[in-house]
Every structure is written in C-alpha cells, then in structure tokens.
C-alpha cells in the first residue's frame, strides 16, 4: 500500500488527510486539460471529474499508458495481471483516494459518486492495518426520492435518507476464480435494456483488467430505486445491493458482515472451492438465501451439493446462455427471494453488525459523537416547528418582518401623509429602536446559547452537518409532499391563488434549517449593537461575526439576503466581513459570480456541480433570499484571476409576475436582482427550456437590474444558460432564438430605459457586456434517462466545465475588489435598493471614492497644463513687450510676432490637451481605483480637457493681445524719447568738444555751469512734442454701445438717453423689485431679491480688483480692459440665467460698473501720460548726463558707475517684475502640490475642509458669512489658508530667495557670455546682446538701456566684472528687503494672486443646489450633472413657511424621495412633485437621505443658532424636528461625506 500510495503521490495525505476546501480551491488543474503524465495526477483528475459529475471519474488514467497497450503482440504468459507501471486499477484509485480524505471530503465524494449512479464504498479496507471501516457517516448526506409499484398515490412517492431507509440487502461475492465478470453481470442485473449503467467497476472497463493492489476487501453498496413506471422499472420495489472485491476466502469477516445483513447472497464460484467451511456454514441457516452463480455444471459440483445437501434451485449456470437470459434467471432469483423473505435492514443497522464484528464504524469518533450529542440536545426540543421557531428563534419572524418594513419606509416615506419628513422619520426611529428593545429583552434562548457554543468548539463543521441532517429528517416528513402540492398547483395559477398563496407560506413556516439559527445569531449581535458600547449584553455578543466568518472560511454558507423578511442585516455583514478581512489578511481580493433565474430551474445544482460548493437542492422552491459561499484561489492561479477567493452567490427563484401578484413578491424579486447583479462580476441567467415563457417576464427585472447597474457605473458580463437543451448542434441551430432573445432583450431594456427615464439606453449590449456568440450556453438535461436510476449526463457536466472555463477567462479581464470594499458595494447597494427609484438613489460610496481619486488625478493634470502656460504665457508677454528694443523691428513687425506666439501657443495647448486626453485614457485603462465605476464621467472629463484648453487659449490670446497694445502704445513713447535723448547726447558732445577746444584745465564749477546753460537751452527747443491726453470715458461709453448694439429697439432706446459716464457708478449698487426684475410671486421676491444683490455685488467687488490691478501694472489704458470688463458682466448674468433678470436690470448694472471703471481707467491714463511725459524722463536722466560728461571731460574710469546705473535703472525694476508675476503662481503651487494638497485636491475635499474649519470655530457669524457671501468667504478661507502655510519656517522668504537664486544664475551666465561674443566691441552691443539672452524673462526700460549705452569710455571687459559685482550687492540688497517685509505687502503685490489662482480651482462650476442653495462640488468644468455631498436644511437659505413664518427644516436630500411638491418661479407657480426635481433640474443629482446621520451636520448647525438664525432672516424659529444631535455626530457626517 505505501508504494502505491507513493506512486499515486498521497503517501503525505495518508497521516495528514485531503480537505474539501483543498479539492475546491481554484487552481491550474480545475480549468486546464492537461493530459495526465505520471501517476501522481490520477487522484487528482479523479477528483476534478467527480467534483464535475463526470461519468468518466472512474476511467481515469495517464496519456502515456496508451501507447503501452498499443501493441497487439502480447505475450502469451501475459493477462489480465500484466504489469502497467504506469496503470492503476480504478478501485485502487478510489480507495487510496477514500484513505487519504478527511470524512467531510469522502461524504461529498459519496454523494457526487451516488448522483453518478457509481457504487460507493461501504467497507473501506485498509491494508497497512487489515482493518475495514463501515462509512456510514460519510454515506448520512444522500437522499434518493422514487415511486414503490407498492405506493397507492400514484402522483405520490418517497424521499429519504438512503442511511435510514430499510430495505432488503442482497450482496454478491466472489469464491475463487470464475470466468463470469460479477460486477459486470451485476450492472447488467440493475439496467433496463435501455438505460444501462457502469454502476461498478469491471473487468472490461478502462483499466479493470489491471490487478489490483489494495482495493481487494471493499464492499460496495448500490441501490435500485424504482420510479413507478411498470415498463421502465427492472424490480418494483427498492433493493440495496452489496458487492465484495476479492476472494471471500481472504476476506472471511466482509463476508460474516454480508452474510449477517443480507437478505439474499449470490456466490459467484470457482467448483474447486465449493466444499469449504465459508460455503457450509451460512448454507445451513434462514437467512441468507445463498444463490450460486457458475459458468457450467460438472459432477464435481453435483457431488459437493450432496454432500452440503445444497438446494438445486439456487444453482444459476450460464452454460450457453446469452447474458440476457443469463441475466434475466438471476433477476427472477433475486425477485423471489424478496417477496417470500421480510427481512429488510438499513445501513445504521449495518453499523451495529459491523461493530459486533470488529469493524470500525467512522461515525464512533469522539468529535463526531460529541457534536451529534449537541445537535441532539437542540433537535429533540423540536416537536412543532413552526412552534420550535417562535419560542427558541424568537428575535426573527414578526419582528424582523416589521424592522425590514420600517428600514424600507425610511427611505420610500410612503404612509408619510402630512407630517413633515423629520417628525416622520424620527417617529420610525423610534419604533425601530422599540424593536430592537424588545428583541434585547428577550433572553438569548437555551437553544442559541447551545448553538453558538457548539459553534465555538473544534467540532463544529461535524455539529452543523449533524444539525442539517437531523432539521432536513424532519423536513422530509412534510416539505416533500408540500412542494410537490406547490409544484403542481403552480401549473394552474389563476385557478389555484388561494391555495398556493397558502401552501407558499405553508412551507416558509415549515422550513428549519441551519440558517435560521445563523439568522437568530445576526438578529442577536444587531440587537446587542444597538446597546452603548460598555453594556454587559453586547459585550458578551460581540464574538459572534468571527464564528461567523470562521464557518465562511470552512466553506459553509453565509446568508447574504434573509428571504423572509426580504432584508439584509447591515451591521451583522459589516462585522462578519470585517473578521474575514482580519482573519485572511492581505489576501482579500474577490470576484462574484451570481446566478439568477425562476423557481426550479436548477440554479443550485449548476453551482454546486462548477464550483463544488453546497447550496441546498430540493424540489420547489428551495433557497429564499440568497446565500454566498467563498472558494479559494489557489496561490498559482491569484495573479492570474487578480483575485484571492471567489465569492459564489445563489439566489431564490424569481416568481412570474401571476406567482408574485399572490404575496407582492415582485417588489422582493426587484430587489434580489438589482442586489445580486449589482455585486456580481459574472452574472449566469439561468433559463429552462420549459420555462422560458416565464423566462421572459423574469427577464424584464434582470434588464432592470443590468440597466441600474450600468447607469451607477458597472457593466459586467452577463451569461445565458439554456438548460435542457440536448441537440450537439444546438449553438449553431438556436442561432436564430438567440438573434430573437437578444431583440427580447433589446426591447426590454429601451421599457426599462424608458421607466428609469434614461432613454439613451436603447439595446442590451448598452448596459451589459453580452456577446451572442459566447454568451449563451447550451446544457442537456441533469440526467441522463429516468431517475432515480439515471446518472448525470455527460453532456451536462462537459457543458458546465465549459461554462466555468469561460467565467475564469471573463474574471482575467476585471479587477477585484477588497472585503472591505465588497462590503461598502453590498450596504450602498441595498440602501439604493431600498429606494424605489434606484437610478436617482443610488449614493455610493466605491464610487464617491473612485470618483474623487479621478478628480483628484484629473486637477492633477488640469494644474500642470494651467502651471506650463502660465509660464508660457509671460515669457510670450516679455517678448512682445521687449519687441524692437534690442533689434530691427522693420524686419519682424510685432503682428507677425504676435501671430506666431498665438500659433505656438494654438500648439503648445493642443499638445497639453492631448497628453490630458492620453493621461484619461491611460487611467482608465489601468482599472485600478475601481475606475470601471467612473466609465459615466469619463466623457465629462475629456470635454473638461476641451473646455480648459478653449479657456487658457482665450486667456493667452487675451494676455497677448493685451500686450501688443502696451508695446504699441509704448513705442509711441519711446520714438519721442529717443528724439530727446539723442539731441541732448549730440548737444553733450559738442559742449565736450567745445570745452576741450579750451586749453586750460576747467574746474568742476566751470564744467557745471556750462552744463546747465546747454541743457536749458536744449529743454527750450524741446518742448511740446509728448503724448496727446485722451478722452477715455467717451472710449468706455462707445465700446458699451457697440457691445448692446445687437439687443434690438428697446435697448437702443434706453442707450440713447445716456449721453456719458458721469452720473453713473457712484455709491452702492442697490437691486429693487421695480421691474428690473422679471414678475415673480411675491413669496419669492425677497429672496430673489437678495440674491440678485449678492450676485451684483460680488460682480462689482470682481470689477474694481481689476481695475485695481490694472492701475498697479502703471501701463497706459487700452481698449483691451474695458472689453475684459464687459465681459465679465456678460458672463456672470449668464451663469445667473435661473434669476431671469431683465433688460433694464442688466444695462443699469452695466452702466454702473462702466460709470466707476471709465474714470478709474481716465485717472490711469492721465497719470500714464504723466510718469511717461518726455521732458520728465530727460529730467530724470539729468544728473546722469551730467556726470557722463563730467567723466568724460576728465577721461575717468565709468565702469563702476555704468554698471550700478544698469543694474538699478534695467536689472533690478525688471527683476521685480519678474518676481512679482511669478510669485503668485508659485505660491499656489506650493498649496496645491504641499501640505495642504489633500485640501486643494478636488472640490469635495476642498468643501469639507471649509465645514470642517467652521465646526471647529463654530461662530454664528462665521456661518452667517459663509452662507450668504460664500465666495468672499471662501476666498478669505483660502487667503488664510495662504497666510498660516506661508508663515511658518520662514517658508515666504524661502520661496522668494529660491526664485532670486535662479533668477541671478541666469543673469550671472548671461553676463558672462554675452561679454564673450567676439562680434561684440562696446558697451552698447555688450548691454543688447545681455538683454536679449534675457528677453524672454525680463521686461527692460528702452530710455534708461539707451542712456547707460551712450556717453561712455568704459572698458567691455572691466565693465562687465563690475557687472558681476553689482549683481552680487543687488542680490543682497533684495534679499535683504524681501525679508523686511510684511507678508500682507508681498501677497497683495503679485498681479496673479494665490488666492484668486486657488479659489478658480476649487469653485468650480459655481451652480449651487436649486433647494439649499449648496455649492455644486462636480470635477471638471464640463460635467452633465451638479452634485453636493452635504445638502442643508433649506431655512439656512432663508427659507420660511409663509404662514407661520418659522424657518424650514426640511432637507431637499430628503425632499427629493418624498411624496411632497414643491412649487416655484421654475414651476410657473404650479406645484410640482419632489420626486420628479429631475424634469425641472436635468442637470441635478440630489442623492438621497436615508438616514438622520447623513445630514447631521447642518442639522446641528440649524439646531444650535436656530434663534440667531431666525432673527438674521426676519423670522420665527424653526421647530426641530430631529433628536439631539452632538458636535461628534456632525463631525461622522463629515467623514462619511
């Protein structure tokens, strides 16, 4: 046996046995067919095909033997005994196998092998001890149902457990060695001439032949289990049949055993051995009848049966029989023997016999006997069930039913009638909590408490299969019949209503199964988390979600949906999963796979054949609910699948919609499915042929679900499987029903589309991943021929391998998830199931998740592209601004410039959005972060992309355009200045030479004095050639004309009365209700009112920073601004559209905003005018001419001096400059990519750091501020955000000086290679060939480069070293006044603000809730749809009830799934209903509010300044509706948002 056992590779299972959960586990070998190479494999193919139902289990062999027995020379000494190495006799197989299983693995080997119709083992020998065991437990699990001609019901029949069924024995065994195969005859003796069955392993079967090593002493055991049909049937009563392997000379106690038990025994002999004490014996008593079965008589026999007075008539000789006739004398025997002998025994009894005779029996464990004590205690209470399940299981039933209503009516506030929604709610929290008190006051019963015991010891996995077996006995005493009753009444719905709705309740009432002590211990540890934390009672509870998910692990089944109370226990799941993420650790990746269908398709026993997991299968409507088992991933198969274990749900049969009318079903059937589908990854809609005109009505809820599923994000693959479909050419022949189920399907989805209003839904393959040539699945009846006596059909058990190959491909393609975030999927599921509008109340957590990663990673990519053209932006800006200062501007005019910079920028942003376009596709193709749930946004995100590259386009176009006319109104300037500065030049070197003319040596007096006379006479020449003044208030009132010129008559007339500016824009911009605004009920005028203010204000505030920042920039006016401004207006009114706002509204605006821009604009341009006024400048150079000259008179050196000049009149105010547009950007980058990224991250994070901030400040007018003036609060918020980040570590002047360091490197190279340039002889050139290495970065004053290039003597060389050292001190000196000063000078400098740059990113679209007035909190600028995380109660919006006058504190989260209407001006004043928002507001998306925690927040707000409030609004304080919320409750709300 070792050697065997070695060669077989089991030697190491024979100590440590094979588990169930190993033979389960998902490897290489369970979806691969590799042919089998060595011996070692055959166990393990054996193991596969049986766990499949395979026939060919038994014909196991490697590849390699075949071409051992290719040879037809055999030797002529050689037979059936011939050494294979590499064959194994079938048995041999078996019993290795048998020897090396744990018993829970060899009970589900036995029933797998009874549903095959093979004979299973009933003593096991053990060579290694000569010791057989008696497996009666492993054989406890099977149960056969079948008809006895002997029944008087001919519609009735039989269902029992084989191990407790009595009934006549007959064994067949062997003595000596015949030349008749006994096993072969004895399937012979069991089979209709139509159906025959390999029920045992013969000499003419694949590897039969070969001798066995180790199987010799196994007695077999079969049944003949009639069906009631006097043609079929071989005998009309059932018989159990026993057959030893072996010799009985060697195997003397088997045969005692059989000879014991038997009713008949038919001896198959050799004549030699006749005469032999084995023969005498047995022959002289009753019982057994010994029948021998010979090949021919001879006299050697006839002398033995004298000599043992042997009855000749129990002789049975083939001679020249055929094996029919031959067959057909031992069936006759057999009859006989049974109709003239009551003896019937069962196999417990059996077990008895065996254990007189020294057999083992494997049930006489200690585990396995101390766990049937437990059971026992539990299953003896048990005389009523229905009366068992009130007393002992008393937290279930009534009321459980009644917290599974409430917990729907929260979210669906059908019988809300007219109480207000908290006052609703609240009244249903209470009567939750009332349960819930009444479940905790009911005493843990005895029953439970010896359950979770029994649970809790290491014999557990044999007291829940003691349990189920004992609960299934008493079952199988009424649920049989009534299902059948159930079955049959079903044909005949509309005429049988009452008695099936009765019989449905009937068998609910009388199921008792393991699971509803699983469910008593759920409703225990829900009750007992509903006491606070240190109560005794929950405490002493809280261990029960580990044994739970220990018992997952072991491979027992968790009930996902209770089918009772149609309800999922939240708070039971999340502790059970979240044990079975603790207990596996990091393996906790998982894929589902569901399958759905109607009643008694046989959805059970598709799983259980697939996956070899173990849901119940009976007839009728078995499962309720739906139960999810977990099979393991073998380590070599986890990286492939992407997964750990897989996770396999079954569901409760759909009713058709005539079954659902009797109990309102269909509502619970919805449900299921929605669930089911919305967790699964594969999804097998299961179809019998039978039922297919059932089928299709069923499948309109699975297209519902699909339809659900897809529209929250999730398109999984859907397989259909026909069942009972037996042709081998039923793929290419159901081509055409398949073409005909998909237009089904079409048109069943575009109903769905249409009831769920998503009509972009118009086929199937719109919401699921359906291929019609792989997606169906056609699989032959489960039997093969009649049952009891058919096996499972080939067909149906290849069909079904098939079907799970395919499913592991479809897995390959998916990502999985976590326990956890399985966990989250189920309880955000089945809140939106809860809802009977699922689409609009689905609030899902994976997917806010999900959601915000790609937000966050999308304002990833939105900032970069925003940092670049930035950047690209001012460099294009400095160079159009340098245009012509260092070069010969007639070549390339600054038009030509400017277009190509708009070309390069055309280019640089296309660029930008392609790799934003790529950066989408690229993410989404990584499919982790669950992306597959964000499939809806990705569009909104690419036309974001599009919308930011458009935005930034207009922005530098605008940027540039805008520069061009400064250049343009700057050379006007500069030509004058030049005029000036070259005169005064020529004037200063004529006085040189004219003072030079004079010998004597003049003194410094002499040289000032004859300075000043040329310079005043100079001046004189000079004067009256500067700029012409403008009038700019006429420019601003034209460019307002021409941008109203297309608005018609009736604004023309109006523009006709304004002849200027002047009266226009002065003090407050005040809104009244005096037709500017659009008729509105007086209800809504106020808050109209209000908010037109608001929105007016914010404008104008916008409008006076820019033109502020215009002043700061000391550039002349251009037409550019007021153009910018205009605008503004134009954009701000449209995003305002929902106001309505009038003609006149709006020119009254405009004409204010454009009354103070247009003298702002007139004060900048005069003053412009003024700082650029020639003579002032020629003034400002005064003292430097002068002193040129004076060191030119005297030939001193001027480097020193020129270099101090250029540094402080070019470098330094350009380096300003530079610091100045850079910093702004430079510090928000530093917010959006540091510390604060998580806030800066997306608009929600964004959203809850502000409410967060608010709680922690908690100020009543903090909370005033940032409701009413939101974007002034926000951008405080943000500014002092900036403040607090930027005031630690001397962080500001860190960035500052990194900024200078880079800045004064480039200066530094600049010097040096431009002082390099052989080209190069003076100054002049030297300071042109600087400027323009630094033309992209720094804006130079043309006068002042100009002056310090003239009037000098300077030496190139020495000029630029003292450069050098003018950099250094001017390095210095900046750094220096950097640090003196004060934050709020540095931050209100920058003509880009930190704050603006943030507050754009975060605002967003700027829509808020059209109910509380929220802020919209979407990613991207492009989405389809506004969303709000945290709704408010709508008082906060000053809403008040118009007769009371009090606050409203309704919540339109909540509003939006009630029975309530509301009415407004978007109405017409009519009212309209809550729940139908949607047709009002397409472009929100209110998710729901199930619960009070949700919105807890600004319910405490409301709550604690609710009198501070009313007196701000002018109204009465609202009544609270809501229980005492805590600053912690509000604080969870957040972190659930």
């Not at 003796?189 to 003419?204: D, I, K, P, R, W």
């Not at 509903?530 to 220990?550: F, V």
């Not at 925690?1493 to 509706?1521: L, T």
Request: glycine share 4%.
């Amino acid at each position: 046996m070792k050697r065997l056992l070695e060669n077989l590779g089991l030697a190491e299972c024979y100590g440590k046995k094979l588990t169930l959960h190993t033979v389960l586990q998902i490897n290489k070998n369970s979806v691969t067919d590799v042919p089998v190479q060595c011996l070692s494999d055959l166990p393990w193919l054996f193991l596969k095909r049986l766990m499949l139902l395979q026939r060919t289990a038994m014909s196991v062999k490697c590849s390699s033997s075949d071409e051992a027995e290719d040879s037809e020379w055999v030797d002529d000494q050689a037979g059936a005994d011939s050494d294979y190495p590499q064959l194994v006799n079938p048995l041999d197989i078996l019993t290795a196998v048998f020897l090396c299983s744990d018993s829970f693995l060899q009970q589900e080997m036995i029933m797998k092998m009874s549903m095959c119709q093979f004979a299973i083992p009933l003593l096991l020998p053990n060579s290694d001890n000569n010791q057989s065991t008696l497996l009666l437990w492993a054989m406890r699990d099977i149960v056969k149902k079948y008809r006895p001609h002997s029944m008087s019901d001919p519609t009735g029949f039989v269902e029992e457990r084989v191990v407790l069924s009595d009934l006549p024995l007959v064994s067949f065994v062997r003595l000596g060695r015949g030349n008749i195969s006994k096993s072969e005859i004895l399937n012979k003796v069991l089979s209709n001439s139509q159906q025959y069955t390999n029920t045992f392993v013969h000499f003419n079967m694949a590897c039969g032949n070969i001798k066995k090593e180790i199987s010799n002493g196994l007695v077999e055991m079969a049944w003949y289990l009639p069906c009631g049909n006097e043609n079929i049937d071989v005998f009309p009563e059932p018989i159990a049949i026993a057959n030893l392997r072996g010799d009985i000379q060697n195997f003397e106690t088997q045969f005692s055993f059989l000879c014991e038990a038997s009713t008949a025994v038919f001896v198959f002999f050799e004549s030699q051995f006749l005469d032999t004490q084995l023969i005498s014996v047995p022959s002289q008593k009753p019982t057994p009848q010994l029948f021998f079965v010979g090949d021919s008589n001879n006299n050697s026999i006839k002398a033995t049966v004298n000599k043992l007075n042997l009855k000749k008539s129990n002789f049975i000789f083939k001679a020249s029989q055929n094996d029919a006739d031959f067959v057909h004398k031992i069936q006759s025997k057999l009859q006989d023997t049974i109709n003239n002998n009551n003896h019937k025994t069962s196999v417990v009894r059996l077990a008895e016999i065996a254990q007189k005779l020294g057999i083992l029996v494997d049930e006489d464990g200690k585990e396995c006997q101390r766990a049937k004590k437990s059971a026992d205690k539990i299953t003896s209470k048990i005389e009523d069930i229905v009366q068992f399940k009130k007393e002992e299981l008393p937290l279930q039933g009534e009321i459980l039913m009644k917290l599974a209503k409430l917990e729907k009516e929260e979210c669906r506030l059908k019988n809300i009638d007219d109480k207000k929604i908290d006052d609703y709610k609240n009244e249903l929290q209470m009567q939750k909590k009332k349960l819930r008190e009444e479940q905790c006051r009911k005493d843990i019963s005895v029953t439970m408490s010896c359950f979770i015991s029994a649970i809790s010891t290491p014999e557990r996995a044999y007291f829940l299969k003691w349990l189920r077996i004992a609960l299934e006995n008493r079952s199988h005493e009424v649920l049989p019949q009534l299902r059948e009753q159930y079955k049959q009444k079903c044909k005949d719905v509309c005429g049988n209503k009452a008695e099936i709705a009765e019989l449905d309740k009937k068998i609910s009432h009388s199921s008792l199964g393991v699971e509803h002590f699983i469910r008593e211990m759920s409703q225990l540890y829900e009750a007992a988390v509903s006491l606070p934390e240190d109560s005794p009672s929950r405490k002493q509870l809280e261990h029960l979600p580990r044994l739970c998910a220990e018992l997952l692990l072991d491979g027992f089944s968790l009930e996902l949906v209770d089918g009772d109370s149609s309800n999922i226990p939240e708070k039971w799941l999340s502790g059970v999963f979240s044990e079975l993420n603790t207990l596996v650790e990091s393996k906790n990746r998982i894929k589902v796979v569901t399958v759905l269908g109607v009643q008694s398709s046989g959805k059970s026993t598709l799983l259980n054949t697939m996956f070899g997991v173990q849901f119940a299968v009976s007839s009728g409507r078995c499962t309720r609910g739906a139960f999810m088992q977990l099979i393991k991933v073998a380590d070599d198969r986890q990286a492939v699948l992407k997964c750990d274990y897989i996770v396999i749900i079954d569901t409760e049969g759909l009713k058709s919609p005539e079954l659902a009318q009797l109990d309102n079903s269909h509502e619970h059937d919805n449900e299921l499915a929605t669930l089911v589908v919305g967790l699964s990854d594969v999804t097998i809609v299961n179809i019998a042929m039978e039922n297919s005109t059932e089928m299709k009505d069923i499948l309109q809820i699975i297209v519902h679900a699909f339809l659900r599923m897809k529209e929250i994000g999730k398109k999984h693959t859907c397989l259909f499987v026909h069942q009972n479909v037996a042709d081998v050419s039923a793929h290419d022949s159901n081509m055409r029903d398949r073409k005909f189920l998909l237009e089904q399907l079409d048109e069943m989805t575009q109903a769905a589309a249409k009831m769920e209003n998503k009509l972009e839904f118009s086929k199937f393959t719109d919401v699921m991943n359906y291929d019609t040539e792989t997606g169906d699945h056609y699989i032959p009846g489960l039997w093969h021929g009649n049952p009891p006596m058919a096996p499972v059909s080939i067909g149906y058990s290849e069909s079904v391998y098939n079907l799970k190959k395919q499913i592991m491909e479809i897995f390959r393609r998916y990502e999985s998830y976590n326990i956890n975030e399985f966990l989250k999927w189920t309880k955000d599921l089945w809140t939106a199931v809860k809802f009977e509008n699922f689409i609009f109340s689905f609030r899902n957590s994976l997917v806010a998740d999900a959601y915000m990663k790609l937000c966050t990673e999308y304002n990833g990519w939105d900032w970069t592209l925003r940092k670049q053209m930035h950047t690209w932006a001012l460099e294009a800006e400095t160079k159009i601004l340098n245009h012509g200062k260092f070069e010969n501007s007639e070549k390339c005019t600054i038009e030509v410039v400017h277009c190509h910079l708009l070309q390069e920028a055309e280019i640089e942003l296309s660029k930008g959005q392609d790799e934003m376009n790529d950066k989408i596709k690229s993410y989404y193709q990584q499919r982790e972060g669950h992306v597959e749930l964000v499939e809806k946004y990705r569009q909104d995100f690419i036309n974001s992309a599009t919308s930011l590259k458009v935005e930034l386009s207009n922005s530098v176009t605008s940027k540039l355009d805008a520069a061009v006319s400064r250049r343009n109104g700057m050379i006007k300037v500069e030509v004058i200045k030049k005029t000036y500065m070259d005169t005064m030049e020529k004037k200063v070197l004529n006085l040189l030479k004219d003072c030079r003319k004079n010998d004597s040596d003049m003194s410094d007096d002499k040289l000032d004095e004859a300075f000043e006379k040329m310079w005043n006479e100079t001046v004189r020449t000079l004067a009256g050639t500067g700029l012409k003044q403008q009038d700019i208030k006429t420019k601003v009132l034209l460019h307002l004309r021409m941008s109203l010129k297309s608005r018609g008559s009736s604004m023309a007339q109006s523009l006709d009365k304004v002849k200027d500016l002047n009266s226009h824009g002065h003090g407050d911009f005040v809104v009244k209700n005096d037709g500017l605004l659009s008729t509105i009920l007086k209800f809504f005028s106020a808050q109209k009112i209000k908010r037109v203010q608001e929105m007016s204000d914010n404008l104008i505030r916008d409008c006076h920073e820019f033109v502020k920042e215009k002043r700061e920039c000391n550039d002349d006016y251009d037409d550019t601004y007021i153009r910018r401004i205009l605008n503004m207006i134009d954009e701000n009114l449209k995003d305002n559209e929902d106001l309505k706002l009038k003609e006149d509204f709006e020119l009254s605006l405009k004409l204010h905003i454009c009354g103070f821009a247009s003298r702002e604009f007139q004060e900048i341009h005069n003053q412009f005018i003024e700082e650029n006024n020639p003579q002032t400048t020629l003034e400002n150079f005064k003292q430097t001419y002068r002193s040129d000259f004076i060191d030119l008179y005297r030939e001193q050196d001027q480097c020193q001096r020129k270099a101090d000049d250029f540094m402080s009149n070019c470098l330094k105010p350009a380096l300003e400059r530079y610091i100045s547009e850079n910093l702004g950007m430079k510090m928000a980058d530093k917010m959006v990519t540091g510390e604060n990224s998580a806030i800066f991250g997306s608009r929600t994070t964004f959203q809850i750091s502000i409410l967060k901030n608010l709680l922690d400040e908690f100020k009543f007018e903090t909370y005033l501020n940032f409701i009413s003036s939101y974007k002034k609060f926000v951008k405080a918020f943000i500014l002092d955000k900036i403040k607090k980040h930027f005031s630690v570590e001397n962080r500001m002047f860190t960035l500052e000086e990194n900024i200078i360091n880079e800045v004064i490197s480039e200066i530094k190279q600049a010097i040096e290679e431009a002082g390099q340039d052989p080209k190069i002889n003076g100054i002049k050139g030297f300071i042109e060939n600087f400027c323009k290495k630094l033309e992209k970065k720094f804006v130079f004053p043309k006068d002042a480069v100009d002056k310090i290039s003239t009037l000098n003597n300077a030496n190139l060389k020495r000029f630029a070293e003292c450069l050098q050292c003018s950099v250094m001190d001017m390095d210095k000196s900046l750094k220096a006044s950097f640090q003196a000063r004060d934050f709020q000078s540095k931050i209100d400098s920058p003509p880009t603000k930190p704050q603006d740059v943030l507050f754009k990113r975060v605002h967003g679209c700027g829509k808020q809730c059209p109910f509380c007035k929220a802020p919209c909190e979407a990613g991207g600028d492009k989405h389809t749809k506004h969303f709000v995380s945290i709704h408010r109660p709508e008082g906060l919006g000053r809403y008040r009830f118009d007769d009371s006058e009090k606050l409203v504190t309704d919540i339109c989260s909540s509003l939006v799934h009630s029975n309530l209407s509301f009415n407004c001006e978007d109405t017409k004043d009519q009212w309209h209903p809550y729940k139908e928002y949607g047709k009002i507001y397409p472009d929100w998306q209110i998710d729901p509010d199930p619960s009070i925690e949700a919105s807890a927040y600004w319910k405490y707000v409301m709550a604690e300044f609710n009198e501070q409030f009313a007196e701000k609004y002018n109204a009465k304080p609202a009544e609270i509706p809501w229980v005492k919320i805590t600053k912690a409750d509000a604080e969870k709300c957040l972190n659930i948002s």
